[in-house]
C-alpha cells in the first residue's frame, strides 16, 4: 500500500512539474489588453445581458462574456474594506494595496509605488491609457501619477508628462491651467510641447503626429460633463465612442515588440452613482463594444495577445430583482428611457429657471416624453402612490433658485429631487434594486482571453491582476 501511495505522489509531483513547465516555457504575450470596467460588478454584467437577451432580442452577446478564464477578484483597499477608485487602480496597476484616495504611493505616502506601464515602456513595449472620463481621473492617472490626492488634478497631469507614455484619450484634463492651486503655473498644455508631447482633439491627425512627437494626448472634442464622453444613451451617430478611441489606439500602437493598453469604461461607475440603471446598461455595452476591438485584434494574433477584463470595485449595490416585483422583473420598460439621469436634471432644472413656472402637469409629460412614466400604454401607469411622491418632488424643487442649483460631481445628489424621482420610479417599476449611491465591498468579475490565461484561474484579489501580467508577460522564467 505504501509503494502505491509513493507510486501515486511521484505521478502527481512529476505531473505538477510538467505544468510549471510548461508555464514557464509557454510563449508571452506581446499585446496586453486590461480593460476595467469602472463599478461593473457581476450584477452590472448579468443585467446587461439578460436586457440583451430579452428586451433588445439581437442575438448579441457581451464581448467578453464566454471568455475561457472567468473568476472573481476581491477588491478592498489598505485601510478600508470598500474601497475608492485611486485606491483600486493603483492596485490594479502596480500589485500593491494602498490607502484611499491615493495614487501610486504606499498607504502611509513614504513609499513609491510604480504600475506596469511604467515596467512595460521601459522593457520597450508601446504604452497606452484610454478611458470614457478625464484622462487624470483615479483610475487612468493610478498607471501613472504618485500624489497622496486623487483630487489633486493639476499635479496628476504633470505627473502624466513624467510618463511619457505613447498614447493618452479621454475627455480631456480637468484642471489644465492649475485653477486649483493659489499662484500661477504653467498650463499642462505649454510644459507638454517642451516634452514632445502633442495635444489633439482629431483623430485623424494622430497618425501625422506620432511621427513627430513622443507622445501624443487625444481628446474628444466635445466632451460633456467634468471632461467626460457623453453617456451611450446620451449619444447619437456623431458622438465618438469608447470603441472608436480603442480602434484608433490599437493602430497607433502596433508594433513588432508589443504594447501594453489600459483601457476604462468610466461612466458605468458614474451611471451607478446615479442609480440610473438604463444608463449604466449602455455604458456595459459601450464598454463590450471596445472590448470587441481587442478581441477582433486577438483573433487576428491569437499566440501573441492577452485580454483581461475586470473591475475596480462595484458601485450601487446594483441587482437584478428588488422587493417591490419578487421573482419577476419588468427590464422592457428600461427601453422607454431616452435620457440619462443627468441630462433629465437639465431639462427639468432649465424647465424649472423660466417664468411662468412649469406645472406639475406639464413636468409629467416631460418626465413621460424622456422616460415613459405615466405612460400607460407603455406599462408605466402611476400609482397614487408614485404621485404622491412626484409632487413632493415637484414642491421641493419649486422652492429652489434653480439658478444656482448645481450638481457638483457625479458623486453627488442633486438638490432638484423631481429628476431623482422620476428615475427612481422607473428602476423600482422595473425591478431593479439599489442599495447605496456609493461602492461596496462585493468582488468583481475577471474574464481572461488568450496568452497566458490560464494563470488567473482560482480566487484572486485585484493585486495578483499585475502581478500575473508582469511575472508571465515581462519576466524571464
Wanted: a positive charge.
Amino acid at each position: 500500500m505504501k509503494k502505491l501511495v509513493f507510486a501515486i505522489t511521484l505521478v502527481l509531483l512529476f505531473s505538477y512539474g510538467c505544468q510549471v513547465d510548461k508555464g514557464s516555457s509557454e510563449k508571452k504575450a506581446k499585446y496586453i489588453f486590461l480593460f476595467i470596467g469602472d463599478g461593473m460588478g457581476i450584477q452590472q454584467v448579468n443585467t446587461t445581458q439578460v436586457y440583451l437577451d430579452s428586451v433588445l432580442k439581437n442575438n448579441q452577446k457581451l464581448s467578453f462574456i464566454d471568455f475561457p478564464v472567468q473568476t472573481f477578484a476581491t477588491t478592498y483597499a489598505a485601510n478600508r474594506y470598500i474601497t475608492c477608485s485611486a485606491a483600486a487602480g493603483t492596485a490594479l496597476s502596480t500589485g500593491s494595496k494602498t490607502s484611499i484616495g491615493t495614487l501610486g504611493l504606499n498607504y502611509n505616502h513614504t513609499d513609491t509605488l510604480f504600475s506596469i506601464a511604467k515596467k512595460f515602456k521601459e522593457n520597450g513595449f508601446k504604452v497606452g491609457l484610454l478611458t470614457t472620463v478625464s484622462i487624470d481621473h483615479a483610475t487612468p492617472a493610478a498607471f501613472y501619477a504618485h500624489q497622496g490626492s486623487r483630487g489633486s488634478s493639476y499635479n496628476i497631469a504633470k505627473d502624466l508628462l513624467k510618463s511619457g507614455y505613447d498614447f493618452y484619450a479621454g475627455g480631456g484634463f480637468l484642471d489644465p491651467y492649475g485653477k486649483e492651486l493659489k499662484h500661477s503655473v504653467e498650463s499642462i498644455y505649454s510644459l507638454g510641447q517642451k516634452k514632445s508631447f502633442a495635444f489633439t482633439t482629431s483623430l485623424t491627425t494622430i497618425d501625422s503626429l506620432s511621427k513627430k512627437f513622443n507622445s501624443i494626448v487625444y481628446s474628444i472634442p466635445n466632451p460633456t460633463t467634468e471632461s467626460s464622453i457623453k453617456y451611450k444613451i446620451d449619444q447619437d451617430s456623431t458622438d465618438l465612442t469608447l470603441a472608436d478611441i480603442t480602434k484608433k489606439a490599437i493602430e497607433t500602437l502596433d508594433n513588432p515588440k508589443g504594447f501594453f493598453m489600459m483601457v476604462e469604461g468610466g461612466k458605468i461607475d458614474w451611471a451607478c452613482h446615479s442609480n440610473d440603471a438604463a444608463s449604466a446598461i449602455g455604458e456595459v455595452i459601450a464598454f463590450s463594444d471596445a472590448v470587441k476591438k481587442a478581441v477582433d485584434f486577438y483573433e487576428v494574433h491569437p499566440d501573441e495577445t492577452l485580454i483581461i477584463v475586470t473591475a475596480d470595485h462595484e458601485t450601487g449595490g446594483f441587482s437584478l430583482g428588488n422587493k417591490e416585483n419578487k421573482y419577476s422583473n419588468n427590464l422592457s420598460l428600461l427601453k422607454n428611457q431616452k435620457i440619462s439621469k443627468d441630462q433629465l436634471f437639465e431639462l427639468v432644472k432649465s424647465g424649472f429657471t423660466h417664468n411662468p413656472k412649469p406645472t406639475f402637469l406639464e413636468m409629467l409629460d416631460l418626465a413621460k416624453a424622456k422616460i415613459g412614466i405615466g405612460n400607460k400604454d407603455l406599462n408605466l401607469g402611476l400609482t397614487d402612490k408614485d404621485i404622491e411622491k412626484l409632487k413632493e418632488s415637484y414642491n421641493a424643487s419649486l422652492k429652489l433658485s434653480m439658478g444656482s442649483v448645481q450638481k457638483e460631481s457625479y458623486m453627488s445628489e442633486s438638490k432638484e429631487k423631481f429628476s431623482i424621482t422620476c428615475i427612481n420610479i422607473l428602476n423600482r417599476k422595473a425591478a431593479i434594486g439599489w442599495t447605496s449611491t456609493s461602492h461596496t465591498g462585493s468582488p468583481v468579475p475577471v474574464y481572461v482571453i488568450g496568452q497566458g490565461a490560464t494563470f488567473f484561474t482560482g480566487r484572486l484579489d485585484n493585486t495578483d491582476i499585475p502581478k500575473i501580467i508582469e511575472k508571465f508577460t515581462l519576466k524571464e522564467p
